[in-house]
Nanobody, 123 residues
Framework: VQLQASGGGLVQAGGSLRLGCAASGRTFGPYTMGWFRQPPGKEREFVAAIKWTGGSTYYSDSVKGRFTVSRDNAKNTGYLQMNSLESEDTAVYYC?????????????????WGQGTQVTVSS
């Protein structure tokens, strides 16, 4: 399977963006799609994840209540809806696949990564 991230851009603080992650090659399920971000000069960090089968969702404390992760089985695509964006959300955002049974926030548990999409929030 390959992952293609899209939807990044420049937005003002308080605004919204929706990122997409299209999976090609095979059906994404029954795995986990994770979203990570890497701010300038910092390490990659976990943002959110969704279990493809069942749709359980998980969020980091920094985005809980502002971001929503979802998936469209028919389109084989995951989404990250980002609202109330802050300058601290500026980063390259990645989607990735984990085949582990339990949802994990560790990047090394994800084996396939999309190419990343830049999100810049201006204050």
């Amino acid at each position: 399977v390959q992952l293609q991230a899209s939807g990044g851009g420049l937005v003002q603080a308080g605004g919204s963006l929706r990122l997409g992650c299209a999976a090609s090659g095979r059906t994404f399920g029954p795995y986990t799609m994770g979203w990570f971000r890497q701010p300038p000069g910092k390490e990659r960090e976990f943002v959110a994840a969704i279990k493809w089968t069942g749709g359980s969702t998980y969020y980091s404390d920094s985005v809980k209540g502002r971001f929503t992760v979802s998936r469209d089985n028919a389109k084989n695509t995951g989404y990250l809806q980002m609202n109330s964006l802050e300058s601290e959300d500026t980063a390259v955002y990645y989607c990735a696949r984990s085949t582990r049974l339990a949802v994990t926030d560790a990047p090394y548990h994800y084996d396939i990564w999309g190419q990343g999409t830049q999100v810049t929030v201006s204050s």
